[in-house]
Nanobody
């Protein structure tokens, strides 16, 4: 089992930046692929980014490519999502996940509770 806790969400102005963190406990975090997702009210959960176990390979949704950067520090059991040039449409609950499939899949095994990001215009 892996427990995931996100942090870093807050209210930010459009054009601003924010870094989200997701810290894992339980089994060795480096054994898992990690991903970030978001869900806005009334919308489906959206894949944002994924990072391989080693951190060498990354994937991004077109909606965030060039603005968001995923990274991980396995020594700290933490995955990050650096977000820049934020837009009001980025407002959502952001969640991290851990699993065994590297891709845009939503089929992760473990999920965090999420952290709210609100971007004001």
């Amino acid at each position: 089992q892996v427990q995931l806790v996100e942090s870093g969400g807050e209210l930010v102005q459009a054009g601003g930046s924010l870094r989200l963190s997701c810290t894992a406990s339980g089994r060795t975090f480096s054994s898992y692929v990690a991903g970030w997702f978001r869900q806005a009210p009334g919308k489906e959960r959206e894949f944002l980014s994924a990072i391989s176990r080693s951190g060498i390979s990354t994937l991004y949704a077109d909606s965030v490519k060039g603005r968001f950067t995923i990274s991980r520090d396995n020594a700290k059991n933490t995955v990050y999502l650096q977000m820049s040039s934020l837009k009001p449409e980025d407002t959502a609950v952001y969640s991290c996940a851990a699993g065994n499939i590297f891709g845009t899949t939503k089929s992760y095994d473990f999920w965090g509770q999420g952290t709210q990001v609100t971007v004001s215009s």
